[in-house]
């Protein structure tokens, strides 16, 4: 099944009687080649996203965390169908968070936090790049949003209900400027949320108001933690009223597909709707990250914002803008397109890798798959595999992984003698193999359940006598923000030369 990635703007919503089984069925989010299109838009893990429109060009971007080359940008036309254009950091500066991209004159900007660090900004003349050089706003808070006041003043609005004037060329803070606006919105007491947690604020002007969203409750814990929450005023000072309808956006019930929905963007079509642009974790698949839904938003009479979908967001909606269907993004997976499709854990050498007609030579590193900064995708999916020819140098160990973070993955991998296989970040197995300094190489997903095979002919596979259950391995029992991603490593000394990739849905 082709799937794609993409984002949308839409007029009217078709909702289908049939519900979406989260569980059974695999297909992927996004164009359905019917006029319709199902969430999510990007599938996998694309969290705090953040949207704007130039003309009939839309380019969007996520979090980055511990990814790197980080801040990818997406091109859409349609705001269903999306493409990595170019990337803003390839430096690693420390978990990267909530990011805004915005154009100011002739100027592109990327707002993002470094955790534990502050505020930080990349800027380029196109959203093609290249981008600059991060620079240190040096202001702490975090959810960095960019906003032009009535008064042509830039502002920078913060979690907590912050915000700081911004110089004239936008990369510095007026010292002594940063003040508290907005205590966020009160919710029933009985709501189980993670905590408070007012951030991830977005402005947006319609018509004659301001309109100030912002996420509380916690952007993961409880399936009812997260929510987007509507705030507006007149002036981009305030005073600043509470939507009577809040939250904006929120999971009610367990049962619903996606859960912890929040951290809303509006976005406008070419025909004058508006929509919103935010994340929410896939039940049962929380692994996966947090994926990036959409969905129409309407403007009442008296001039507040209302999401009519609720948990039908579960069904088909009606595309925004008539357009043909792209290919699916991860066709391009086997040109190893470092920064695009392909990316780091931590370190980024581009002198580590090179690609030759669909054939990546990466140079070994570090003394375990870890410490190789192991080279990713995101697969977007529930259950899939992909498989690989490798071949090393003597001192070299490849193979293929699946990777949370440096404490957490499975994956498995040879040398010239040995077949090594890792489990939760620990050495489980050793046998012996008689590929020499060549072997093929597979990892299967099915649901979070991992098994591994290999192939001295890349046609007759032979299945290895292990499995591993992943399903826990996620932000709220392992924190740092991460899903998990499949990728490939090597490490030792001399290189690895991977050849022949393939990805495939499991139906």
Known sequence: MNVILKIVTLCCVLCITVVINAQTN???SGDLGNGTFLNPILSGDYPDPTIMREGDDYYMTHSAFDYLPGLVVFHSRDLVNWEP????????????WAPDICKYKEKYYIYFTVSGRGNFVVYADSPYGP??????????EIDPCHVVGEDGQRWLFLSGGHRARLSDDGLSIIPGSKEKIYDGWVYPEE????????EGPKLKKIGDYYYYLNAQGGTAGPPTSHMVVVARSKSVDGPWENDPGN?????YEYQERWW???HGSLIDAPDGTWWIVYHAYENQFTNLGRQTLMEPVEITKDGWLRAPLGAAVEHPVKKPVASQKMTDKRASLNEFRIGLDWKYYKKYDPERTSVNDHVLIMKAQGENPAESAPLMFVAGANSYEFSTKVDITDKATAG???????GFYVGFGFDKTNKFRWRKAVTKGRSSHKGGNSLWLKLRNEKSVITGFISYDGINWIKEDWANEISGYTHNTLYDFQSILPGVFVYGEGEARFSNFEFRLIE
């Open 247 to 251: 939250p904006l956006i929120h999971t």
């Open 131 to 140: 981008w600059s050089d991060p620079v240190d706003l040096k202001i702490g």
């Open 85 to 96: 254009v170019s990337y803003g950091l390839t430096s690693y500066l420390g978990s990267i």
């Open 191 to 198: 709501w189980i949320t993670e905590c408070f947690c007012l």
């Open 260 to 262: 912890s929905k929040g």
């Open 400 to 406: 293929l992984i699946i990777y949370y973070n440096a």
């Open 26 to 28: 695999p297909a992927l």
